[in-house]
């Protein structure tokens, strides 16, 4: 995934069904310039999740970050020769992960490393379906801008993502550890009950933001609050008590869900810390975007998928690897067969892809009524006597990339000529 700085520089919506199929992998983590970085994570460990990450060692300032570092960051977000799309999305501009994790750090300067096109290519991720969890500065990210209580004005951020429709306030604390409720119907409690009591004691707090509620966006669930003052004891101050703290939006049916925090729950091993944030992950995991149908086949006609990121059509364009195209065609009664063509483009005959057909249902490997996953990708499909309805076609790209792992990440070796997508036909044909 993080190509080597010095190799770069010489839909229509079906229905509502969520899977979790069809990405590289679960998810990935951005320790970039200049956030805090971390070669693991301990809620990935809990719940099994596969991950790749980039990882920079700067120490949190950006002044120190190597020409390397700075042009990774350019390579891993925007992308570069051989990977024109960044690695977060697919040629098409699916989701390549199902969720980016943002850790803690300075959100603006990120932002700033980022570049416009980096973020750009979050926000698509996003509004494809991939959902989007932060903690401190990936809260700030997230949103439109910062909230002043003081001047009650809003001030946005162009280097924020704005994917979050809503503004943040500086909390002021520092090196900390407030105290958190969970609200009585937070949708994390489907996951954990937190000892009982929906109370999580000591969660680290460094600089971070509170939601501000004055103009919360429509669709956003708050999920915990701070609690820093206690009668007969001290108190944290700095009017943050019983503000909201880690909240969740999801914007339609096809963009991921966000999840968010001010605090840092991220390094808890064995407590409900680890519980708050392995209960973030499961709720974005869970609001992913539902699958896109390509296009309706139209019967006898090819379809020639062919296009590149650059070109910004979508529908017909290269997959990636990992990734699903779904189709479909309506099968009339009386229809005697359904034969579906996959052909390949002269000169790119050295992959896998790999294909599926189901009954009104998207056709993904473990539920598909016909498949043929043969090395190559010329195959064809014949479906005799077909239930007359929706039939669900799918394309699936086997072929894929191999890592090192790297102080800086995972490096991507081997077919990295699969980044940029395969091109294909696709033809169904209706006997009647």
Excluded at 33 to 59: H, Q, V, Y
Excluded at 184 to 197: A, E, I, S, T, W
Excluded at 386 to 409: E, H, Q
Aim: with cysteine; charged share 25%.
């Amino acid at each position: 995934m993080l190509l080597a700085a010095c190799a770069l520089m010489s839909g229509t919506c079906a229905m509502a069904q969520t899977r979790a199929e069809g990405f590289y992998k679960d998810f990935f983590m951005d320790c970039g310039i200049p956030l805090n970085t971390f070669d693991d994570l301990p809620a990935a460990k809990l719940l099994n999740l596969s991950m790749e990450r980039i990882c920079t060692w700067e120490g949190g300032k950006a002044d120190r970050a190597t020409e390397y570092e700075k042009q990774l960051m350019v390579n891993v977000f925007a992308g570069s020769e051989i990977d024109e799309n960044g690695i977060l999305i697919y040629p098409d501009g699916a989701p390549r992960f199902k969720v980016i994790y943002v850790n803690g750090g300075k959100a603006t300067a990120h932002g700033t490393f980022l570049t416009p096109k980096g973020l750009e290519n979050i926000r698509t991720f996003y509004a494809n379906g991939g959902s989007y969890i932060g903690t401190c500065a990936g809260a700030y990210l997230c949103s439109k801008g910062t909230y002043s209580t003081k001047s009650g004005k809003t001030n946005e951020n162009d280097k924020y993502l704005g994917i979050w429709p809503g503004y943040v306030t500086g909390t002021g604390i520092n090196g900390k550890y407030p105290d958190n409720t969970v609200e009585k119907k937070c949708p994390l409690l489907k996951y954990y009950d937190f000892g009982g009591d929906r109370y999580i004691d000591s969660v680290r707090h460094n600089g971070g933001c509170y939601m501000n509620t004055y103009e919360m966006p429509k669709g956003t669930e708050i999920l915990m609050r701070f609690v820093t003052a206690w009668p007969g004891r001290d108190t944290l101050g700095h009017g943050v008590h019983k503000q909201v703290n880690c909240w969740a939006y999801k914007a339609n049916e096809k963009s991921g869900r966000l999840v968010v925090t001010g605090s840092h729950p991220e390094r808890g091993v064995n407590d409900e810390r680890l519980q708050m944030f392995a209960a973030m992950f499961k709720y974005a995991l869970e609001g992913q975007g539902v699958p896109q149908v390509k296009a309706a086949l139209v019967d006898g006609e090819a379809r020639e998928m062919l296009k590149s990121s650059q070109d910004n059509d979508p529908a017909y364009t290269k997959i990636g690897d990992k990734q699903y195209h779904h189709f479909t065609i309506d099968v009339p009664k009386g229809t005697k067969s359904v034969s579906v063509d996959l052909k390949s483009v002269p000169g790119y005959s050295n992959y896998d892809l790999f294909l599926y057909a189901a009954n009104g249902e998207f056709a993904f490997n473990d539920v598909a009524n016909w498949f043929d996953v043969r090395d190559g990708i010329d195959k064809t499909l014949v479906i005799d006597n077909p239930k007359a309805g929706k039939l669900y076609i799918s394309v699936f790209c086997d072929t894929t990339v191999d890592v090192l792992d790297t102080r800086n990440g995972e490096q991507y070796i081997g077919r990295v000529d699969v980044l940029n997508g395969v091109p294909y036909i696709i033809k169904a044909t209706l006997n009647k």
